[in-house]
């Protein structure tokens, strides 16, 4: 690739276009978590700069949960009388004192703003599939499709680390084949756990396939080494070339790290940039790496010390699943994380506390591929897609409801009965939580329609809320302590507000479901869900699903904050950025 074709995708128009997006979405969001404060102008709306000089002019409809939707081709910039174009970089620093950008942040707030549109312009070029389209397409062309990225964060793909090289090799929308970098990590510094009955040379040879295991072992061998003093680890190509090689040189000096070179499978990055599925062999695990890259909020590292427990939370989910006849009657499965690896670097490890990055440089999972668990006829979508919006504006979960033929409010109740009604029960038998975003949760489709869920990035995400709960030792990482009044915001932040708040308005904004009719089905379920469990009735006087509002959660608002860590993991709860309530749009059913 030239010099200049790295960057053909940054063109005048689309980069204006890019602009447009982004700042709609960002007057959207603000709006919606109380930073700014549209008032009525005429037939729409206007903000003002912190200077009150810069006016922003657009149009939107209101909707619940107070979403609000704007007209990206209606968004206007004025100063002194004059119309100037919309710039991204300019609006942050306009309202620098609104969204609380300290000096600090703001510069590195406006390096990720900068990436997420050159990633958006990225998108541009590709070929506009529409939705009808993509809705018949395969698991990996659906993964790789998705144009938006997280509904709520406007800045979410900063992806701060990667250079235009490195994004138009490993980013999800690039869909370029991946192959692993593999090393040999000395048993001295590094712990394989796995689930029951798995046992580590069988599964490397079943993975790897024998001749790559022989061939890595055979490099071993020729430097002298035993393999059995080693562990094998695969590695982001990025994290070998930029971290691993200078950060852990002593590692790779003193043979604690050995280079093995690529594996022979090729993967694609799922959206969530650092796990990757098998393209070579589909039916094989998903490999989830370490990756010291900052991308909304976080440095996306793995932790050596989180990986040993990971297996065993996993196979403990699966049996409560598996032993739970409400959530076995939803069809829910996961796939399990079925093993890990991880390598402690003993020198960063004294000089840093247990939540420090550099603890989280070296180390993988495997998690289960949900392809072999397909019956004849099923197909598979993450559930992010169905916020998917084509060119024409036309959504894939739209385009599903056609291609399914059903009533649009009985193929939302199915889906509801499948991905909805096991979080609630997972809640109220067992105060038992997971983050079931879009990227988290992968939907099994017959004919366009939604036949079961199966959630997925288990260890690092679910929560047991209840602090005397009976657990296995290895286990016990998952408790902890949650306000009481905070609690539901588990299902009213997570699933209503960053989910189904865009999923409702876009169905609505198509014609295909009108908004009250949605929120009545959301209702009509809970309700049936809770009429088919009246043992937890305490439970659900308790924590009321019904209840007239709830807490806003704000999540721009963390990491405007703090973009490098938006949330404490020591206390996560004590981090939430509440401010005011939300209208709930079930209670009045």
């Given at each position: 690739m030239s010099l200049a074709d790295s960057v053909a995708h940054l063109s005048p128009e689309r980069w204006e276009q890019a602009n447009r997006l982004l700042i709609r979405k960002a007057l959207a969001e603000f709006a919606h978590e109380r930073l700014i404060t549209p008032e009525e102008d005429g037939d729409g709306y206007v903000v003002r700069s912190d200077d009150k000089l810069t006016a922003y002019r657009f149009r939107a409809v209101r909707?619940?949960?107070?979403?609000?939707?704007?007209?990206?081709?209606?968004?206007?910039?004025?100063?002194?009388?004059?119309?100037?174009?919309?710039?991204?970089?300019?609006?942050?620093?306009?309202?620098?004192?609104?969204?609380?950008?300290?000096?600090?942040?703001?510069?590195?707030?406006?390096?990720?703003?900068?990436?997420?549109?050159?990633?958006?312009?990225?998108?541009?070029?590709?070929?506009?599939?529409?939705?009808?389209?993509?809705?018949?397409?395969?698991?990996?062309?659906?993964?790789?499709?998705?144009?938006?990225g997280h509904p709520c964060f406007v800045a979410n793909n900063g992806r701060l680390g990667f250079g235009i090289r490195e994004y138009l090799s490993y980013a999800p929308e690039t869909a370029n084949p991946v192959r692993l970098v593999w090393l040999a990590a000395h048993r001295s510094r590094a712990a394989f756990t796995a689930g029951a009955g798995i046992d580590y040379e069988d599964f490397f040879r079943r993975e790897l396939g024998a001749a790559t295991v022989d061939r890595f072992h055979g490099i071993l061998r020729d430097k002298g080494?035993?393999?059995?003093?080693?562990?094998?680890?695969?590695?982001?190509?990025w994290q070998w070339w930029n971290k691993l090689t200078v950060t852990f040189a002593a590692e790779v000096a003193r043979q604690h790290l050995v280079c093995l070179g690529e594996g022979d499978d090729e993967y694609l990055a799922q959206q969530s940039i650092r796990t990757f599925f098998?393209?070579?062999?589909?039916?094989?695990?998903?490999?989830?790496?370490?990756?010291?890259?900052?991308?909304?909020?976080?440095m996306r590292g793995l932790s050596a010390?989180?990986?040993?427990?990971?297996?065993?939370?996993?196979?403990?989910?699966?049996?409560?699943?598996?032993?739970?006849?409400?959530?076995?009657?939803?069809g829910l499965t996961i796939i399990r994380e079925r093993a890990a690896v991880g390598y402690r670097h003993l020198e960063y490890e004294r000089a840093t506390d247990r939540y420090s990055p550099y603890r989280k440089m070296l180390a993988a999972l495997w998690r289960e591929s949900p392809v072999p668990s397909l019956k004849?006829?099923?197909?598979?979508?993450?559930?992010?897609?169905l916020l998917h919006v084509d060119h024409a504006g036309a959504s894939f979960a739209g385009a599903l409801i056609a291609r399914s033929g059903?009533?649009?409010?009985?193929?939302l109740r199915r889906y509801l009965r499948a991905y909805y009604t096991p979080l609630l029960h997972s809640f109220y038998a067992y105060d038992l939580v997971f983050m079931p975003h879009g990227e988290n949760v992968i939907l099994v489709l017959k004919d366009g329609a939604v036949e079961r869920a199966i959630y997925k990035d288990i260890a690092?995400?679910?929560?047991?809320?209840?602090?005397?709960?009976?657990?296995?030792?290895?286990?016990?990482?998952?408790?902890?302590?949650?306000?009481?009044?905070?609690?539901?915001?588990?299902?009213?932040?997570?699933?209503?507000?960053?989910?189904?708040?865009?999923?409702?308005?876009?169905?609505?904004?198509?014609?295909?479901?009108?908004e009250e009719d949605f929120w009545r089905t959301v209702a009509e379920v809970t309700r049936e869900y809770q009429e088919a469990t009246p043992e937890l009735a305490d439970k659900f006087a308790q924590y009321d699903m019904f209840a007239p509002e709830f807490a806003l959660s704000c999540l721009n608002r963390l990491q405007l904050r703090d973009n490098k860590q938006m949330v404490d993991l020591a206390d996560p709860s004590g981090a939430l950025q509440l401010v005011g309530t939300l209208r709930n749009p079930i209670a009045g059913f």
């Open positions: 909707r619940a949960l107070d979403h609000w939707q704007v007209d990206a081709a209606s968004v206007t910039r004025h100063r002194d009388g004059t119309e100037l174009p919309l710039a991204a970089l300019d609006f942050f620093i306009e309202f620098k004192d609104a969204l609380g950008l300290s000096d600090e942040i703001l510069p590195v707030y406006l390096e990720e703003i900068s990436s997420t549109l050159s990633g958006t312009c990225y998108k541009l070029t590709k070929p506009q599939v529409p939705s009808a389209e993509l809705a018949g397409s395969g698991f990996q062309a659906i993964e790789t499709g998705m144009t938006e080494l035993d393999p059995a003093d080693y562990l094998l680890i695969p590695v982001h190509p098998n393209t070579t062999s589909p039916e094989k695990h998903y490999v989830k790496t370490a990756l010291s890259v900052i991308n909304m909020g976080f010390a989180y990986m040993e427990a990971t297996p065993a939370i996993n196979d403990w989910l699966a049996q409560l699943i598996e032993g739970d006849p409400v959530l076995r009657s939803t004849d006829g099923e197909s598979l979508a993450t559930m992010a897609s059903l009533d649009p409010v009985e193929w690092e995400e679910i929560a047991v809320m209840d602090p005397d709960a009976a657990l296995p030792p290895e286990v016990r990482r998952i408790r902890v302590e949650v306000p009481e009044d905070t609690k539901l915001l588990s299902i009213f932040t997570d699933v209503f507000d960053c989910f189904f708040r865009f999923l409702a308005a876009n169905l609505a904004t198509e014609g295909i479901v009108a």
